[in-house]
């Protein structure tokens, strides 16, 4: 196979490089001023998300200020049910939020596909930002996974513990597998839409994934998340899919041995033993500085940066975060952690 | 040496019981009508926790009705921190509020040792609870872990995340390491008195433990409830000591290796294999059913039931939850639970 010139698709496609390839979660975001300027300029979240000029100059920041090894589209999870006709609204320092789909009237309220056209605004952001990226840079797109996403739409919103979904589960299994099988139709469609825009990677963030007892996550996490990861390789073999289970613990031994995802994008708490002998021995791995120690900076970064490097640089490794950086996050420490993987 | 004629000290000492001793977390609470009658006499929650007659009261009611192995002392894990002088009160519907660490004016406001005196009515709750305990039924004594305690003296209420106290480690681990040090004499001088008092096992509950990576789950987690586990053992070697390290994942099994506690509480995230062998072939393992597979009730009940009976009933295994029973839990569910262990 030829290897590729973008190291972020090398890393990828198993690569092991001297340097690791660093973007980080949430890198286009609230703790950049350039940021929160031009966010001060659209009316709402999802205006911003919809507008193609906003959205490609938001996910470009980050790249000019910090030249990390890949973009990654800006916009949001919830997207999805949007386009099937479940409107989303942000509030202001509070999150998203929904009519819950049992007040809609049920899957039946919602459409069968996805409403591309409604999609067509992102699919434009992706192609204007992979016409404006440097060469070696290279252009992530991604989906919140059915379960996660799933979990918003049942509770109208985000939840300490996302309780409605997985009682939802519990309670009637056909029906939310009927929710997740629309999700999962809708979640192929979307990405391959981007794919089909100029996406170069794509990342499926089950970002509750965590919650989940075994039986449960192997039903609403793994088989889904395989399902999506499947699609996309039968139709662009080319493109790697990054699975992120976040939270998943003794979970992402299994999900790296059995869901055909490319990479596996590992949360803060993994254990770097783990990560290397049960993760990392089977794909290439995404992951997984604290956010927090981002934000607190120091040794504390040093020290965690040192960690992860010592213990997957040897393998196939993204450098990034375990989750998405904190918006209080100062930019000095995020220079500060890149040159650090950078001068390794 | 002698087994134990009750059946929680028996399998909490390794014993393989055919039919596991069965109690719950947060079994004297709001799913219980009768808790919630006598709660509307006490004032505060904090009065309750305080009132030897109400507390023993609430402790005894889910033994009398469901006739639970144990019964586990009412009581709340901060009134470590109220009794250190960093005065403690609970919001209704909301949860408990302290004046932040930091604006008390950090440790050197607090007590060096714990006031025991202010204490004295638990301890007071302790003894009138093992006296009017039925012959077969133990009791536990508990007390929240330095890391948990600490994650609400320093933010002052509990947060989605708890990152003030993770920060405050990050950025100051030697101050954050003196506060866990206070806290863990406090710890052990509470615990002895709850043991001299009655109490034939502990529970020390780290709820907030999965939210830490490896290192730092290593020196706020695993050394802090050694140190505790420690102490209880060399004043009292008959009274077992259970440590529940909520969400540690992978890091379960170096927990259940190296940390000196005699058995494991696992949360209901753990793999079910996992949980046989990498911990309960260490030793004894109490759980982990999903406190919404209870409120579900029905199949998802009974599998979930099966499930862990199924994996963990061939060796030393206390049945619980994973977590505290929810309040909306219906009491036919706890009997049917109760029913489908003990019918095994």
Not at 182 to 192: F, N, Q, V
Not at 266 to 287: I, N, S, Y
């Amino acid at each position: 196979m030829r290897v590729s010139p973008k190291p972020l698709l090398a890393a990828l496609r198993g690569e092991v490089r001297p340097v690791p390839p660093i973007w980080m979660m949430r890198q286009a975001g609230r703790y950049l001023p350039e940021y929160r300027a031009l966010r001060a300029n659209a009316k709402t979240f999802l205006d911003l998300c919809y507008d193609p000029t906003l959205a490609a100059e938001v996910t470009l920041q980050p790249i000019r200020r910090f030249g990390f090894d890949a973009a990654i589209l800006f916009s949001d999870i919830l997207v999805v049910p949007d386009a099937l006709g479940q409107s989303v609204r942000f509030v202001e320092g509070e999150g998203p939020r929904l009519p819950p789909l049992d007040e809609l009237g049920g899957l039946a309220a919602l459409r069968t596909g996805i409403d591309l056209e409604r999609l067509a605004p992102v699919f434009e952001t992706v192609a204007r930002v992979r016409a404006a990226l440097p060469a070696e840079v290279a252009l992530i797109g991604f989906c919140g996974a059915p379960f996660t996403v799933a979990t918003y739409m049942i509770a109208g919103e985000g939840t300490s513990d996302q309780a409605p979904a997985r009682l939802a589960a519990y309670r009637d299994p056909q029906g939310f597998g009927a929710l997740i099988d629309r999700l999962t139709e809708a979640s192929i469609a979307y990405l391959l839409g981007q794919i089909e825009a100029g996406a170069e990677a794509v990342q499926v963030f089950d970002s509750w994934a965590g919650i989940l007892p075994p039986q449960e996550f192997l039903r609403w996490v793994m088989e889904p998340i395989g399902r999506i990861a499947g699609a996309v390789r039968a139709a662009h073999p080319e493109v790697p899919v990054i699975g992120f289970p976040r939270g998943a613990g003794t979970l992402y031994a299994d999900f790296a041995a059995t869901v055909p995802v490319d990479a596996v994008g590992l949360d803060w708490t993994v254990d770097l033993a783990f990560a290397r002998d049960e993760v990392q021995a089977q794909k290439p791995v995404q992951g997984n500085l604290d956010p927090l120690a981002l934000l607190a900076g120091g040794e504390a970064l040093d020290r965690s940066v040192d960690a992860i490097l010592a213990a997957l640089g040897a393998g196939p490794l993204v450098f990034n975060l375990g989750h998405g950086i904190l918006p209080q996050t100062p930019i000095a420490h995020v220079q500060r952690m890149i040159d650090r993987v950078r001068s390794r």
